[in-house]
């Protein structure tokens, strides 16, 4: 137990200095801020010329989110897919610790990212379009919105495990985190979509937790969502199963081959 | 200007247009995002639209999109040059060749705004197929030069954007944010009438923004002399030109006076 914690430790510290390097100041202020900031407010902008005030409400909230779930997505596909480029693939297989708590703490920073994209979104969003949230609310709706964001984590982790042989992992990750604002709905209601699109949706990490959210913001008792946080739950259960077997599956494949590339 | 002066400067156009259309047929990223982007966007703008019960602005959130794809392409693929020939270790050969890179880059984004026309027809197609909406070109002839100014305009302003990728490394960054206020404050796919009225200068001076209402001008056959737009559209692009001639001559001296690339 100890070790496992020591593992993540020096992954999160890792994870940590990765992080700094990547985003120095004038990166966060200048690029990434301004980017979840205006990519919320172009869908949110979009429902409310479709729908007016109560469609651009819907969207704040749906997009707030999906900004996070979006760069969760993406950081813990590449956290997996580093592994690769930087040649360290190796060195977790020869390794005799687990890869697991490694590789937990290496994806804590772009957590807390994707939490600090979505509370930006809200914080900017809310008065800049007069958008009429309660913030008691807003704060009881956290936990579903950090299990949102767990969920999409496990759903990156996986596309990152399944695309590890090819080159085109981070491409995928970012199209299918582009699909989900129509298959989770995030600027319109899933009830408005077709039924095999409802069908995909309900498989997919979001739908179901953002379904609570808006609920709960709507002033709902917990109570009343827990069939939807339960839901949302078995999601992110399945897709950690799916990312841990898949990714278990890519290193005892590049054990037994010496390789783990297909292209 | 001689004839003999211009026939070498068609020459490197024609190569670099040749060049990154090679290097696009092989670009798994950049084929996606031509096919891919059109979709997802267009299902997203008229789905909402359509839930809004609002199907009339269904043309005007296509042919938005259609340039959401075209300026995307271009800005991305602007960066995406500078980087790639940045992380081959080519830039600073092709910035010491005696050919003004200025040229080279517009070669190359031309080619790619070319190609992005492709995305259009797809956000058309999309239109038809996932929603079955009744879209038409009332007026095709100001839809196809309407369009062809767009490229070669947005090509231009590619290049402005180009010209400060040089001095960053944080190109691919700087895409990411400048795609969606160009969106926002050119109206593409959401009406300016939703901004505030401050942003209406930005708005002009963005090319999407003349685009976005040639386009729909033509497409719904709402009628009016298309020639004023044009004019704007083209005055804008030879704008964004010596803009970006004048950078480029900038960032050339900063690099060659330094002696390299390495410092930024």
Not at chain 1, 202 to 207: A, K
Not at chain 1, 254 to 263: D, I, K
Request: aromatic share 12%; charged share 10%; proline share 5%.
């Amino acid at each position: 137990m100890r070790n496992n914690l020591r593992l993540f430790w020096s992954g999160t510290r890792a994870s940590w200095s990765t992080y700094l390097v990547e985003l120095t100041p004038t990166v966060f202020f200048g690029f990434r801020i301004p980017r979840i900031i205006l990519q919320s407010l172009f869908f949110v902008y979009l429902a409310k010329a479709a729908g007016g005030e109560p469609l651009a409400r819907f969207a704040l909230i749906g997009n707030a989110i999906q900004i996070a779930v979006f760069m969760a997505m993406l950081s813990m596909e590449e956290v997996i897919e580093s592994e690769k480029w930087n040649d360290t693939f190796q060195y977790l297989i020869a390794a005799p610790s687990s890869w697991f708590p490694s590789m937990l703490g290496k994806s804590i920073s772009y957590f807390c990212d994707a939490i600090l994209a979505s509370a930006v979104s809200f914080a900017a969003l809310i008065p800049l379009l007069h958008i009429d949230i309660s913030f008691i609310n807003l704060m009881r709706s956290v936990p579903v919105i950090l299990l949102i964001v767990l969920s999409a984590s496990a759903l990156g982790w996986s596309i990152g495990a399944f695309s590890l042989p090819i080159r085109y992992g981070f491409m995928i990750c970012n199209w299918f985190a582009y699909a989900m604002i129509i298959f989770c709905g995030v600027n319109i209601p899933t009830s408005a979509l077709p039924p095999a699109v409802q069908f995909i949706g309900n498989l997919l990490p979001v739908t179901h937790g953002l379904q609570a959210v808006r609920a709960l913001i709507d002033g709902a008792s917990y109570t009343s969502v827990l069939p939807l946080v339960g839901a949302e739950c078995l999601v992110a259960l399945v897709y950690s199963a799916i990312a841990w077997l898949t990714f278990g599956y890519r290193m005892k494949v590049t054990r037994q081959l010496g390789t783990f590339e297909l292209v | 200007m001689k004839t003999s002066d211009i026939m070498p400067i068609l020459r490197i156009i024609k190569n670099s247009v040749i060049l990154q259309m090679k290097s696009n047929a092989v670009s798994i990223y950049f084929i996606a995002t031509l096919f891919l982007q059109p979709v997802v966007f267009t299902v997203i703008s008229v789905g909402t639209y359509l839930y809004g019960n609002k199907p009339d602005l269904g043309l005007f959130a296509i042919t938005g999109t259609g340039l959401i794809s075209i300026w995307n392409n271009n800005l991305f693929t602007s960066g995406e040059i500078i980087r790639g020939e940045r992380r081959t270790g080519t830039l600073s050969l092709v910035m010491a060749t005696p050919t003004p890179l200025l040229l080279i880059l517009l070669g190359k984004s031309f080619a790619n705004a070319v190609a992005s026309v492709l995305a259009m027809g797809i956000t058309f197609l999309t239109g038809l197929l996932a929603f079955r909406l009744p879209i038409g070109i009332s007026d095709p002839f100001a839809f196809t030069i309407g369009l062809v100014l767009v490229i070669f305009s947005i090509t231009c302003l590619g290049l402005l954007f180009g010209s400060l990728f040089i001095l960053t490394r944080n190109a691919g960054e700087f895409v990411s944010v400048a795609n969606f206020p160009v969106y926002i404050l050119s109206g593409l796919s959401v009406p300016l009438t939703l901004l505030p009225l401050w942003t209406r200068p930005f708005s002009q001076v963005l090319t999407p923004t003349w685009g976005n209402i040639i386009l729909n001008a033509a497409a719904s056959g709402s009628g009016g002399s298309m020639l004023p737009n044009y004019l704007i559209i083209l005055g804008l692009s030879f704008f964004y030109l010596l803009i970006a001639r004048i950078l480029y001559k900038k960032v050339e001296y900063l690099a060659l006076s330094a002696g390299t690339l390495e410092q930024w």
